[in-house]
T-cell receptor, first 115, second 112 residues
Framework: DTEVTQTPKHLVMGMTNKKSLKCEQH?????MYWYKQKAKKPPELMFV???????INESVPSRFSPECPNSSLLNLHLHALQPEDSALYLC??????????????FGQGTRLTVV | DAKTTQPPSMDCAEGRAANLPCNHS???????VYWYRQIHSQGPQYIIH???NNETNEMASLIITEDRKSSTLILPHATLRDTAVYYC?????????????FGGGTRVLVKP
């Protein structure tokens, strides 16, 4: 199984809503990532988890709150978002970062629209 | 991680080889060169990576110059399904906090 599964595929939320994006992998990967991608732009790194601990936060606003409850799951909790936060949110995972060069596997993303 | 420079777009003919250049002149000795592609509305897909030797897999070949300041991704027989944005990424591996940072990429259009 080389899949990273993201749910939901599409999400429409109001600016006062609270919602969560979910990401799951069963490849035994110990690094997991959240990216944000606007139309016609490259993916931008938001967070990196390594061994279930947050290791990188790329100065993301606090209305985005990541959580890694176990080694297979990664959540992104959303609260009080703005319309400009509408984007494709991508999750990725890769093997133990300390083991050397390895590839990252990406999910298909959640298309988020904030109204 | 070192920065990369790629042409913003290129066309290639179906059935012909597609050669995608990438400049990474500030690469350090322990940084790897990675290539990913992103087909419209899908997540990025890993293609290949290398350190200093040329690499080949079922998808593509990666040619890295001897000074490691540039590389070329070769798709040997481009098909219409290879139309995508191709990203060249330079990546350093360490025990924690690994970044995978995307640059602008090359938008490749394969034409019949």
């Amino acid at each position: 199984d080389t899949e990273v599964t993201q749910t939901p595929k599409h999400l429409v939320m109001g600016m006062t809503n609270k919602k969560s994006l979910k990401c799951e992998q069963h490849m035994g990967h110990r690094a997991m990532y959240w990216y944000k991608q606007k139309a016609k732009k490259p993916p931008e790194l938001m967070f990196v988890y390594s061994y279930e601990k947050l290791s990188i936060n790329e100065s993301v606003p606090s209305r985005f709150s990541p959580e890694c409850p176990n080694s297979s799951l990664l959540n992104l909790h959303l609260h009080a978002l703005q319309p400009e936060d509408s984007a494709l949110y991508l999750c990725a995972s890769s093997q133990d970062p300390g083991q050397g060069a390895t590839e990252a596997f990406f999910g298909q993303g959640t298309r988020l629209t904030v109204v | 991680d070192a920065k990369t420079t790629q042409p913003p777009s290129m066309d290639c003919a179906e059935g012909r080889a597609a050669n995608l250049p990438c400049n990474h002149s500030t690469i350090s000795g322990n940084e790897y060169v990675y290539w990913y592609r992103q087909i419209h509305s899908q997540g990025p897909q890993y293609i290949i990576h290398g350190l200093k030797n040329n690499e080949t897999n079922e998808m593509a070949s990666l040619i890295i110059t001897e000074d490691r300041k540039s590389s070329t991704l070769i798709l040997p027989h481009a098909t219409l399904r290879d139309t995508a944005v191709y990203y060249c990424i330079v990546r350093l591996f360490k025990a924690a906090g690994n970044k995978l940072t995307f640059g602008g990429g090359t938008r490749v259009l394969v034409k019949p």
